[in-house]
């Protein structure tokens, strides 16, 4: 059974340094992993999708890393900013196209 | 549009009631899913129906009724629930179920509190 593990659970940081997240899954079978942000009681914006055959996909300051036969992902954020404070979730694509879930990382960014 | 719809925002209901919640997107996408998620909890997936046909349940109690009467709408009705039911209920879309290159886009969802 995949089970998906995102490290740390909570992280604070001043505005303007650069921050990564974690996420590792157990079945390196898998169809894509995709980073999403959610604000407190909201629904959750899609960041970014990796396919299983990528290994890294980019949007503005994020940048986000696949390692499939480590089992891991990154989610890269620069400079960071006050308005990027959010929980961010990484979820893995199964073979039935299922999502997935890590328990998320609450992200704080001080200004 | 890019659009996840979601209503009502917020629902009360007593363990008794009927009541729906309604899911809506105009993007074309003809795979849609419903999560519950619990306070600091991640989303757990509940159904995925795939052109307007149900294609997966995962094990979620009868009192939940999904239903999805065209490509652009689905529903989950809800009957006879239980206080732990109490959940942000979201609704999903993606172009189809069977690609990895396909995002899902998420609503809002709909804060339930059963009591």
């Known amino acids: 059974k995949q089970e998906v593990t995102q490290i740390p659970a909570a992280l604070s940081v001043p505005e303007g340094e650069n921050l990564v997240l974690n996420c590792s899954f157990t079945d390196s079978a898998i169809y894509n992993l995709q980073w999403f942000r959610q604000d407190p009681g909201k629904g959750l914006t899609s960041l970014l999708l990796?396919?299983?055959?990528?290994r890294e996909q980019t949007s503005g300051r994020l940048n986000a890393s696949l390692d499939k036969s480590s089992g891991r992902s990154t989610l890269y954020i620069a400079a960071s900013q006050p308005g990027d404070s959010a929980t961010y979730l990484c979820a893995v694509g199964d073979s039935s196209y299922k999502l997935i879930f890590g328990s998320g990382t609450r992200l704080l960014v001080r200004p | 549009d890019t659009e996840v719809t979601q209503t009502p925002k917020h629902l009360v209901m007593g363990m008794t009631n009927k009541k729906s919640l309604k899911c809506e997107q105009h993007?074309?996408?003809?795979?849609m899913y419903w999560y519950k998620q619990k306070a600091k909890k991640p989303p757990e997936l509940m159904f995925v129906y795939s052109y307007e046909k149900l294609s997966i349940n995962e094990s979620v109690p009868s009192r939940f009724s999904p239903e999805c009467p065209n490509s652009s709408l689905l529903n989950l009705h809800l009957h006879a629930l239980q206080p732990e039911d109490s959940a942000l209920y979201l609704c999903a879309s993606s172009l189809q179920t069977s690609s990895s290159t396909d995002t899902q886009y998420f609503g809002p969802g709909t804060r339930l509190t059963v009591l």
């Open positions: 990796i396919q299983s055959s990528q």
């Open positions: 993007m074309g996408h003809r795979a």
